[in-house]
């Protein structure tokens, strides 16, 4: 509770400062309060001073919060726009729907396969080191992933005495929900405002429909792509503080996926194709702010040997591909890209929709949506930006399919690892474009509709009466909705044995876990609750021995004798998650007592001489409280 409150006062405090210097409404500078914090966090951490981030933001809130008071009682004249920016709609939804994504995610833990790999194991790895979760100090693998909304999620956390997984959901969800209740702010509408918001976030829950509650970061790019795309086309005056936003979105755009730098720089051209001549300082300006964004984490993730865009490709395998001396898979992944976006159908929730593949369904539906626009809009400008998107779609989804084939492993190649998720992206950006278009046009309508449906009582009353009932009907859904976090943590128990031996380890210590014939779920749950001990590192390091059959992709070709050697020259310990018959037979005489290897269990390695000896280990529960 100390963290959220801390959290909120620091959010609303600068908003409320940023929108009293530039003559705006509290929603209007909401984003740009989040952008602020994210880029004050990389450039601390840049400087390994993360760790200063909470002290810094309660001065920085404190002060703007004292300049506000100080205005307020020296300026009477002032009092009335300074109460005028804060009271609103749209600042009392954002406040009813950050508390119910914050209660719908109270509690709630991780349990999706790439919140162990990468964006919950980096979460927790920032947590610990107070800084980047890259270099030898962290157990991360995707080290070259870009930082942003990690650092927003250490921001949530950063009063917490311990690592909490519900505060890092939490924070992608209320910023979710900031942008898209800031997206209508510059349109003028009353009741239609809470209208458009709600099928703002059904639209991201028809493509992404997890997004509120896991940390995978395709859905935000879409979200902040359409956010940037918005505050381009906006009717309203250009001025100072607008182009500062761009820019600053831009370049959180860059730093939340490698692909956020190509929406980023799509975004920017916009702006060249509306506006020609009077634009060009502030575009060189904003276009400067993100490619040092990008280029200031590529320069940090090349000293650790990785890469942060496709700077992984080489021509020379390029040019095999199109002579024919490619390895067969790369084939394989275009026959497989090309029949899904041709031939797959869509999926809209659990169910196939369509006649034909995901990518063809989205062109059509990006097709309607240009046909309408040029039908009832009739603007040249918002007609070629739709044309000019419809040609960067495709664009898009055919880089895809260099990333597949030049940049992915084999086994994520092959079978399109996540690629409705990638392409998703795109076409979740220009859906919540149209929408903004389609509020534009209809919000006087459905104003007017809504104020005429509120007036008559003779509406109003059943509209109330049935929604009471619906309540009372389906409250045990409800209830059982808003408990789905319960579920989560019957996901993990399971794997919660490791944290039993927690008090165990001391610095330096460093865990082989065992998974023996899985898929490497448990691996990776194991390795994430252990952070910051350190574990072996490496797909199919799991499971050990011959394969089990020709689909174990995931097994590793090892003797005993070879993985005694390796446990004695950098392990400390082993920890066995799954186990089967097989890895008793065959590993068992490296265990004190083949009755004593089970699963959930943890060994230290002792080494006498030339042997290599597993013990298990007791912690007495007495001694650990």
């Not at 990785?306 to 020379?316: E, N």
């Not at 890209?337 to 797959?344: G, T, V």
């Not at 990518?359 to 044309?387: A, E, P």
């Not at 008793?584 to 269990?601: N, V, W, Y």
């Amino acid at each position: 509770m100390l963290t959220l409150s801390f959290v909120f006062f620091t959010l609303l405090s600068l908003s409320w400062f940023f929108a009293i210097l530039t003559h705006r409404r509290l929603e209007e500078t909401l984003p740009f309060s989040f952008f602020f914090i994210i880029l004050s966090a990389y450039l601390l951490a840049v400087m390994g001073f993360l760790a200063y981030l909470a002290p810094l933001l309660f001065i920085a809130s404190t002060s703007a919060l004292s300049f506000i008071l100080f205005v307020y009682v020296s300026r009477p004249a002032d009092r009335s726009s300074i109460r005028a920016s804060w009271f609103s709609v749209s600042v009392l939804l954002f406040l009813l729907l950050s508390l119910f994504v914050i209660l719908y995610n109270r509690g709630r833990l991780f349990t999706l396969w790439d919140e162990f790999s990468h964006w919950g194991l980096v979460a927790k790895n920032t947590f610990y080191l107070d800084g980047f979760a890259i270099g030898e100090r962290a157990n991360t693998v995707f080290q070259d992933y870009p930082p942003a909304m990690v650092l927003l999620q250490y921001f949530f956390t950063s009063l917490d005495q311990t690592f909490f997984e519900a505060h890092v959901l939490q924070a992608n969800a209320v910023f979710s929900i900031t942008l898209l209740i800031s997206m209508f702010s510059g349109l003028r509408m009353k009741w239609a405002r809470p209208f458009f918001i709600l099928v703002s976030m059904i639209l991201v829950i028809w493509f992404y429909p997890s997004h509120f509650k896991q940390l995978y970061v395709d859905g935000m790019l879409a979200i902040l792509f359409a956010y940037m795309m918005v505050r381009i086309v906006d009717p309203r005056p250009w001025d100072l503080f607008r182009w500062i936003e761009i820019a600053s979105v831009g370049a959180v755009l860059t730093l939340t996926k490698a692909s956020g730098f190509f929406l980023a720089l799509l975004a920017l051209c916009i702006v060249l194709l509306m506006f020609s001549k009077d634009k060009k300082i502030p575009f060189f300006v904003s276009l400067s702010v993100i490619l040092s964004a990008k280029f200031s984490w590529s320069s940090i993730v090349s000293g650790l040997g990785k890469h942060f865009d496709v700077s992984a490709i080489r021509l020379s395998d390029i040019l095999d591909f199109f002579l024919l001396k490619a390895p067969s898979y790369r084939y394989d992944t275009l026959r497989n890209f090309l029949s899904s976006l041709i031939f797959e159908p869509m999926v809209f929730f659990t169910k196939k929709l369509g006649f034909a593949g995901i990518g063809v369904s989205y062109l059509l539906f990006i097709l309607i949506l240009i046909f309408l626009i040029q039908r009832y809009i009739r603007s040249k400008n918002l007609i070629r930006i739709s044309r000019f998107l419809c040609f960067f779609f495709i664009l898009y989804a055919f880089s895809l399919l260099f990333m597949y084939m030049f940049t992915f492993s084999e086994y994520e190649s092959v079978r399109l690892a996540s690629f409705d998720r990638y392409l998703s992206t795109f076409v979740l950006a220009f859906a919540l474009l149209f929408l903004y278009w389609a509020a534009a046009l209809t919000a006087p309508f459905l104003d007017s509709l809504f104020t005429k449906l509120a007036s008559n009582k003779y509406i109003l009353f059943p509209l109330v009466a049935v929604f009471l009932v619906a309540s009372i009907l389906l409250s045990n859904r409800i209830l059982g909705f808003m408990n789905g976090w319960r579920s989560t943590i019957s996901q993990r128990a399971p794997y919660a044995g490791i944290d039993f031996y927690q008090s165990v380890f001391e610095e330096g210590d460093t865990v082989y876990v065992i998974a023996q014939h899985t898929n490497g779920y448990p691996y990776w749950v194991v390795r994430y609750n252990l952070t910051p001990v350190k574990t072996q590192n490496g797909f199919g390091s799991w499971s050990l021995g011959e394969a089990y059959d020709a689909s174990d992709a995931w097994h590793r070709e090892i003797t005993p004798e070879a993985w005694a050697k390796e446990l004695a020259e950098e392990f400390t310990y082993v920890y066995l998650q799954e186990v089967d018959e097989r890895f008793m037979d065959e590993f068992g005489s490296l265990f004190e007592s083949k009755e004593k290897i089970t699963r959930s269990t943890l060994y230290e390695v002792k080494v006498s001489g030339a042997d290599v000896i597993l013990e298990a280990v007791v912690v007495l529960l007495d001694a650990k409280r």
